[in-house]
Structure formats: C-alpha cells, structure tokens
C-alpha cells in the first residue's frame, strides 16, 4: 500500500486491529482501506482589495457503499488531502456505527476565514461548490458544516447548487437554516449526542450523571453544547479551555454566563470572571470525572496521557487521541468512548435532516430529539455488547462494528468489472 500521511495513518491503525480480530478477508480489507474519489480544486476568488488568490479545496469520497457519501465541509489554513481523507474514512465509519444509510465524505479548503469578509467567504465558498458541483448531490455526496462553517455556508452551497440544477434541492446539503429546509435539533445534535454517550458510559460504570464531574476542551458548537446538556443533567462542569484561554471553578461554572461571555468575546471563554484562569496544557492533568475533547485532531498524545485522571474520554471532537496514547489511556483502565460513536449525533441528526428534505414535511424539535436518543443508546449498546464479547476496548469495538456493517454490503453487492 501506498505511503500515508500520520492522520490517515492513524485511522488505518485503528481499521487494522479491529480487521485483524475479526479475521477480514484481504479482498474487503483492501477495498475499505482505499478511498473512492479524492478531489482536488483551485478556487480562484476576487478579493476585497481587488486582488485574484487562489484557493485550494478538497472534496474526499472515501465510501459509498451504504449510500450516498455524508461529511462536512472545514475552512482552515491547515486543511490537508491527508486529513480529509482520514476525516472521510471516519465519517464512513461513524455512519455504519450509527446505522444510517450513508457513506463517508470529507470537504476542506485551505483558508483563514477569520481574515476574509463575508463576500470574500461568500465568493469562496460558491466557487468551490461550482468546482465540485457534478461530484455532489442529495443521492451522491451530502456536505454539512465542520469547522470554521455555519448554516449561512451551507446556504451558499445549497444555493449555489441549486443554480447549476436548475431547480431547488434542500437535500443537498444540511446543516441549513430552519427557514431553508433545517432541522430543529440539528444545531446541538452532535453536544446532544456526547452528552447521551456520556450519560450511557456513566451509567455502565455504576456512576451517577448528578455526581459527574466534567472539563470540556473547545468551547465551539460541540464544547458548549455538551457543557451545557450535561450541566442541565446535573453534571457539574468545572473546566472549559478553547483556543485563547481557559477558566476553571472547583465548585462548578455557571454554563449559562459563560456562554453568555464567550458570545461577547469573540467567542472565547478566556477572561470570564466567573473562576480562574486555566491553560490547555494544564486541563489534562484536573482530577476530574469525564474529560471531553471536543477541538481539533491529535489533542491527547503520549506527552500528556500520562496527566489524565479522568474516568471517562468522550471523544467530541474527531480524532483528538493518537493511537498509541488510546492504548495507554485504555491500559490504565480509563474509558474512551471513540469519536466515531461519541460525536455520531451531529450526523444522525443530518441523516434526519435529509429525510425531511426528501419527504417535504418537517418533525417538532422533540420528535427528533427523541429519535436521536434512540439512535445514540442504540449505537451505544452496540459497541458496548461488541466491546463485551472481543473482550476489546470500545474504539476497536466501535471498527469492529462499522467493519462489519460496510464489509457485509460489500460482499452482497459483489464486484463490478
């Protein structure tokens, strides 16, 4: 096999053990290890001061066995091939482990969007989209947003899509705004869903989601939402970090105030009166309940696994643990709840999305918070039924279970030639 970078190669890590317990012939083993479609782009936009700067974007489709490919769209100067494409295997994972009918895609274009205007983001994004329009589609490959994008992007690629078509096709995309075809729930599924996972490990673990304590890295979507469902649970949040600075309260934050501050302060919790300052480095090493990363790849590493008290990881974030600081982490007897089963509630939440879109008729926000309750304990007792029987940790039972799935329509569909 071809040389991979170090995020894909750790995906591929994870794939083998899990393929080796459960003796994968070569033959699937080798389809699922390579991606379908890599897309490389050049997107040329006309900047505010008059200047043409091109702009790369990626679009992987890594599988589409299950169905049509689903994963987000990130906007970041460090996007990479290497990354999106192991951010698309993850997707095809995630969805087999939640049971939805979808593949695995990833998007990215390498960008600051914190340095460009909402025209130039508008123009990027609506050339981008243009440059992969015949790649995309509601039965082909579903962007939703990720990091550094919201529902106004994803109206813009709706949009845009929609121009090309000739007419107007809200599935193509979710994560939209409510008025353009959104769900209700979609915006905090994915907190929705940690916060379930957590609860669900809690109460495997004979402890009580009321006597929890729990610090969040990245006060995003993810972060803040999952902070503050766990809060309304009875959970007692005493840490929170994101990308400028962090507060710590033993005797717990008030999550309300602090989402309050961070929307005031260019979305920051760094400052917030309500207890002291916290760096990120010194986050791991809390004597806290549950840890939950909920910010960017490679976060938990061998430099610092060693700090960590925690009972519990929910992994919000995709990908935060390397995969020899998992293996530390599980030999010390803590239990991570893998991204592709913790975080699976922002997609099951699209895969909802699109349904409505397709059907024409739009659920309350408590019928779909319902059914992502089902799904998420569903998913849950999966891995954990699986992890319980291979006598394996929750993440290989997690492949484990999303192997089998994409392996056993694989060999019902057979080969084409």
């Not at 050049?42 to 008059?50: A, F, K, L, R």
């Not at 309050?260 to 791991?284: C, I, Q, R």
């Not at 492949?399 to 694989?410: E, H």
Request: overall charge neutral.
């Amino acid at each position: 096999m071809a040389e991979h970078g170090a995020i894909f190669g750790a995906m591929l890590q994870e794939f083998n053990v899990a393929a080796r317990i459960i003796n994968l012939e070569p033959g699937i083993w080798n389809i699922l290890t390579h991606p379908k479609r890599q897309i490389i782009v050049s997107c040329p936009v006309q900047m505010d001061n008059g200047e043409i700067e091109c702009f790369t974007g990626y679009r992987v489709q890594y599988n589409i066995t299950l169905g049509p490919a689903k994963g987000g769209i990130r906007y970041h100067p460090d996007v990479s091939l290497d990354e999106v494409t192991a951010l698309a295997a993850w997707m095809t994972w995630k969805c087999a482990v939640a049971h939805i009918p979808f593949g695995g895609a990833k998007g990215g274009i390498v960008c600051d969007p914190t340095r460009m205007s909402r025209r130039e983001l508008e123009a990027l994004t609506r050339r981008y989209v243009a440059e992969i329009v015949d790649a995309i589609g509601p039965e082909k490959d579903v962007p939703a947003p990720d990091v550094n994008t919201n529902d106004q992007i994803m109206a813009w690629v709706m949009d845009t899509y929609s121009m090309h078509v000739g007419h107007t096709a809200t599935a193509v995309v979710t994560g939209k705004p409510i008025e353009m075809g959104g769900s209700l729930g979609r915006r905090e599924a994915t907190g929705r869903g940690v916060m379930i996972a957590t609860r669900e490990a809690a109460r495997h673990l004979g402890l009580d989601v009321k006597s929890l304590t729990v610090a969040v890295q990245g006060f995003g979507n993810v972060g803040s939402v999952s902070a503050d469902l766990l809060a309304k649970a009875g959970a007692k949040i005493v840490a929170v970090t994101d990308w400028k600075g962090g507060v710590y309260n033993a005797k717990g934050l008030d999550i309300p105030k602090l989402l309050e501050y961070a929307a005031a302060h260019e979305k920051t919790v760094d400052g917030f009166p309500g207890g002291e300052a916290l760096s990120n480095d010194k986050l791991w090493g809390l004597d806290v309940d549950v840890l939950i990363p909920a910010a960017l790849e490679n976060q938990i590493t061998m430099q610092n696994a060693s700090q960590i008290k925690a009972k519990i990881i929910t992994e919000g974030a995709n990908g935060p643990t390397t995969p020899d600081a998992h293996k530390f982490l599980h030999d010390k007897g803590i239990f991570v709840i893998p991204d592709i089963l913790a975080n699976s509630g922002g997609v099951t939440t699209s895969y909802f999305e699109w349904v409505q879109d397709r059907y024409g008729y739009f659920w309350e926000e408590k019928d779909v918070n319902e059914r992502l309750e089902k799904k998420m304990c569903e998913a849950f007792d999966a891995v954990l039924k699986t992890s319980l029987r291979y006598k394996v940790d929750m993440r290989v039972a997690a492949y484990i279970v999303a192997i089998q799935r994409v392996g056993t329509v694989t060999r019902m569909r057979g080969m084409y030639a």
